[in-house]
């Protein structure tokens, strides 16, 4: 089993910056990808940034250039920081670990989400 701890987010005014972090716990044996992922009332929950654990990236077109994922595999810990937020960026943020390796197979795993509000 793997769960997924995150933390850092919060009520931000625009134009400001939050880094969320992410940390998995658990028994398992590697975790191939470590990424985010984001929802609002109404909509499907949308990929922000997701890395793998040779550290390649894919970001979401709307956050390119703003928002930097990055991965400490010996901490199985990932953190997104998040620059220049706009009022869009307002969601409940999830953390995501995907085809995390267990005694008992190949799983993934969803954080509890974490609100980060943009907001003057």
């Known amino acids: 089993q793997v769960q997924l701890v995150e933390s850092g987010g919060g009520l931000v005014q625009p134009g400001g910056s939050l880094r969320l972090s992410c940390a998995a716990s658990?028994?398992?044996?590697?975790?191939?990808?470590m990424g985010w992922y984001r929802q609002t009332p109404g909509k499907q929950r949308e990929l922000v940034a997701t890395?793998?654990?040779?550290?390649?990236?894919n970001y979401a077109d709307s956050v390119k250039g703003r928002f930097t994922i990055s991965r400490d595999n010996a901490k199985n810990t990932v953190y997104l920081q998040m620059n220049s937020l706009k009022p869009e960026d307002t969601a409940v943020y999830y953390c995501?670990?995907?085809?995390?390796?267990?005694?008992?197979?190949?799983?993934?795993?969803w954080g509890q989400g974490t609100q980060v509000t943009v907001s003057s």
């Open positions: 890395m793998t654990s040779g550290r390649n990236t």
């Open positions: 995501n670990a995907d085809s995390v390796v267990t005694t008992r197979g190949v799983t993934s795993a």
């Open positions: 658990g028994s398992f044996f590697s975790i191939s990808a």
